[in-house]
């Protein structure tokens, strides 16, 4: 009962940036959004979170639309070691349950 | 600082077996998260725990067990195996106390039921 719509797939180029988009016409005013990759063979790793305003930090770059219905991931300049699986995950501030749909598979190709 | 750390890495088991999986938290954390993953799929939340005790459950039958300890390690325990039971199991912990965002998972331990 994921309540995130993702495209199940998408390539990028090495060395462009890498726009992930998600929707999430049904979040609630104090549900954040989340991101998290997952590495063919690894355990998830989070990127990122935002409630209503752009946020950034070391790995990427998270845009929230005014209404919050859908978001975009950045990855500013993507590199083959960004091939993962990204999911994006809509929860509360406390809600330690997250609940992960299918996600985007991204290939980054050189 | 310590990663979460997950043991067995590999496991095979025949139905109807039960099987014990291990996650020592990352330090400093004082919950700790289960998840399954089938092939394909995304991860599905199985339990939560928190100052040992069990803080909030998903879709999975009470075969399904956990338990943790002083030190915030977890076990997760499966009894009578399917064959669907054929995943990897994720652990993931945090600190709730600090209302971290982020959930730091393992490698996972794979598990198949033969």
């Known amino acids: 009962d994921a309540k995130t719509t993702q495209p199940p797939s998408m390539d990028c180029a090495e060395g462009r940036a890498a726009n992930l988009p998600c929707n999430h016409s049904t979040i609630s005013g104090n549900e954040y959004v989340y991101w998290y990759r997952q590495i063919h063979s690894q355990g998830p790793q989070y990127i990122i979170h935002?409630?209503?305003n752009n946020e950034t930090n070391e790995m990427a770059s998270l845009i929230i639309t005014e209404d919050r219905k859908s978001s975009t991931l950045i990855l500013p300049h993507a590199t083959l070691r960004d091939t993962a699986v990204y999911y994006c995950?809509?929860?509360?501030?406390?809600?330690?349950?997250?609940?992960f749909g299918a996600g985007t598979t991204v290939t980054v190709r050189a | 600082e310590t990663g979460v750390t997950q043991s067995p890495t590999h496991l095979i088991k025949t139905r109807g077996q039960q099987v014990t999986l291990r996650c020592s938290s990352q330090s400093g954390h004082n919950t700790v998260s289960w998840y399954q993953q089938a092939l394909g799929q995304g991860p599905q939340f199985i339990f939560q725990?928190?100052?040992?005790?069990?803080?909030g459950r998903g879709n999975f039958p009470p075969r399904f067990s956990g338990l943790q300890f002083p030190n915030y390690s977890s076990e997760l325990n499966v009894n009578a195996l399917e064959l669907d039971d054929s995943a990897l199991y994720l652990c993931?912990?945090?600190?709730?106390?600090?209302?971290?965002?982020?959930?730091?998972f393992g490698p996972g331990t794979r598990l198949t039921v033969t």
């Open positions: 935002g409630l209503k």
């Open positions: 725990y928190y100052r040992e005790e069990e803080n």
């Open positions: 993931a912990s945090s600190s709730i106390d600090t209302s971290s965002y982020e959930q730091y």
């Open positions: 995950i809509v929860g509360g501030s406390n809600d330690y349950k997250l609940s």
